[in-house]
């Protein structure tokens, strides 16, 4: 239906707002249900969340208007065993040995549309450690950006002490490098006001200064 007169509005909004671009929105195949037809998820855009294997798991729905009530919704899912887009970016984070963890599905699908091709995104509020089992098939290097606010620079501070501390992950060769958003702005944010050379940058000094503080 994004392709369709009544899906105009929704794909503005995903391109235009959102800057993702019509070959991820197609990847990842993200979908939309017209206002107009009578369903319960009429108003919201649609996007699938498979296991890593590609298998279904379940729907991630938001309503276009965001005043509504119960704007996100979802069917029920463990959402501490999966990671959003992580099935659909796998050869590319197996091919540059490096994951870039963000915090919400718009934030992957921003990154990947301006050639971050490493990014996913947890489903939830915290990394957990079964996520950290799945990924660590395929990568030992872990970038973590969550929102740069109060809240989500206290998330990554427990995924640090938690997680990366707590189970010993430097023993598995498991590299854990946090990354603070300047200004407090969200992932996407500081991307679409930086650009992809910024981020970049951003990732790298991160890196070196957390090997220089080692």
Same mark, same amino acid.
């Given at each position: =239906? ?9 794909? &503005?909004?995903?391109?235009? $707002? *959102?800057?993702?671009? $019509? ?8 979908? /939309?249900c017209p206002l107009n037809i009578s369903?319960?998820? *009429? ?6 969340? /498979? &296991?890593? @294997? ?12 965001? %005043?509504?009530? %119960? ?12 990671? @959003?887009?992580?099935? #659909? ?6 091919? %540059? ?8 599905? =718009?934030?992957?699908?921003?990154y990947q549309s301006n050639g971050i +091709? ?11 450690? /079964? ?5 660590? *098939? @395929?990568?030992? #290097? ?17 995924? =640090? ?6 189970? +010993? ?13 300047? +200004?407090?702005?969200?992932? &996407?944010? @500081? ?22 503080? #080692?």
């Amino acid at each position: =239906m994004l392709n369709q007169k009544d899906g105009q509005i929704a794909l &503005d909004y995903l391109i235009k $707002k *959102r800057k993702l671009n $019509k070959d991820i929105i197609d990847k990842y195949n993200i979908g /939309y249900c017209p206002l107009n037809i009578s369903h319960q998820l *009429r108003g919201r855009i649609i996007t699938p969340i /498979y &296991d890593v @294997y590609g298998k279904l798991i379940t729907l991630s729905t938001r309503h276009l208007n965001e %005043n509504i009530k %119960n704007r996100f919704w979802h069917e029920t899912f463990d959402k501490a065993y999966y990671l @959003y887009g992580l099935f #659909e970016a796998k050869k590319n984070i197996i091919k %540059n040995q490096k994951v870039l963890i963000v915090e919400g599905e =718009m934030d992957a699908l921003c990154y990947q549309s301006n050639g971050i +091709n490493i990014a996913v995104s947890i489903c939830g509020s915290a990394l957990t450690i /079964y996520q950290v089992a799945i990924l660590s *098939r @395929y990568v030992s #290097e872990f970038f973590i950006m969550l929102d740069g606010d109060d809240v989500g620079q206290e998330a990554i501070k427990r995924i =640090m002490k938690k997680i990366y501390n707590k189970y +010993n992950l430097d023993s598995y060769q498991l590299s854990f490098i946090p990354i603070k958003i300047p +200004n407090k702005m969200d992932p &996407d944010e @500081y991307l679409i006001k930086n650009g992809t050379k910024e981020v970049i940058k951003l990732l790298k000094k991160t890196k070196e200064q957390l090997n220089e503080f #080692e």
